[in-house]
Nanobody, 124 residues
């Protein structure tokens, strides 16, 4: 089992940037594909991006492509979500998740472990 802890959320003005971090508890972090999801009030949890175990492959939701990136650092057991050009509609709780196997999954139930989430609020 792997424990995930997100950090880096907060309040930012529209057009600004934030970098979320997700730290994993296990040294086997490099064996997990990682994903980022978010959930706004009254909405379902939605996929943002995912990355392969090595970091060599990534996949993005169309709506975030070009604004968000998902790098990872296996030496630090961490994955990040770099968010640029933020909009008020990006306001949500952001979650990182881990899964064994392929990174090419966009549905939450396909992920095995989840962090507790970090709040991002974008003001207009």
């Amino acid at each position: 089992q792997v424990q995930l802890v997100e950090s880096g959320g907060g309040l930012v003005q529209a057009g600004g940037s934030l970098r979320l971090s997700c730290a994993a508890s296990r040294r086997t972090f490099s064996t997990y594909a990682m994903g980022w999801f978010r959930q706004a009030p009254g909405k379902e949890r939605g996929f943002i991006a995912s990355i392969s175990q090595s970091g060599g492959s990534t996949y993005y939701a169309d709506s975030e492509k070009g604004r968000f990136t998902i790098p990872r650092d296996n030496a630090k057991n961490s994955v990040y979500l770099q968010m640029n050009s933020l909009k008020p509609e990006d306001t949500a709780v952001y979650y990182c998740a881990a899964r064994r196997g392929s990174y090419f999954y966009t549905v939450g139930r396909d992920y095995d472990f989840w962090g507790q989430g970090t709040q991002v609020t974008v003001s207009s």
